[in-house]
């Protein structure tokens, strides 16, 4: 094998890595945003039965209520913020939907 053969090899193989990488960490993120859009429609009440986090803060807002959770982490706090409207079924934990989530920080294996 000659020493261009060689080096377009090993171009190639640069290339393929880096593709490869790309796609894993695109999967990872892919499988992130699915476990935190899997949140939406639950009660507040659901979400934290479902992942053994509390609400520790909450404040309304013009759609309905924020709810407020500070996850400590060993990497640091995951901070979450659930938005959820009000559904009718109380003034608990289940009487609000979540329409939305945001969250900052190490918050992976949710």
């Known amino acids: 094998m000659g020493r261009a053969s060689v080096e377009g090899l090993a171009k190639l193989s640069a290339v393929l890595l880096i593709a490869m990488t790309t796609s894993g960490f695109q ?7 699915q476990r935190w859009q899997s949140f939406i429609g639950l009660t507040v009440n659901q979400f934290s039965i479902e992942t053994g986090l ?10 309905g209520r924020v709810f407020v959770i500070e996850w400590q982490r060993p990497l640091g706090p995951c901070n979450i913020q659930l938005h959820a409207t009000y ?8 009487g609000w939907t979540i329409y939305r989530t945001v969250h900052q920080g190490p918050c992976g294996g949710i």
Request: no cysteine; net charge negative; hydrophobic share 40%.
């Open 27 to 33: 999967s990872m993120d892919d499988a992130i945003y």
């Open 54 to 63: 509390w609400v520790q803060n909450m404040y309304d807002n013009a759609e």
């Open 87 to 94: 559904n009718g079924a109380g003034a608990n934990a289940d």
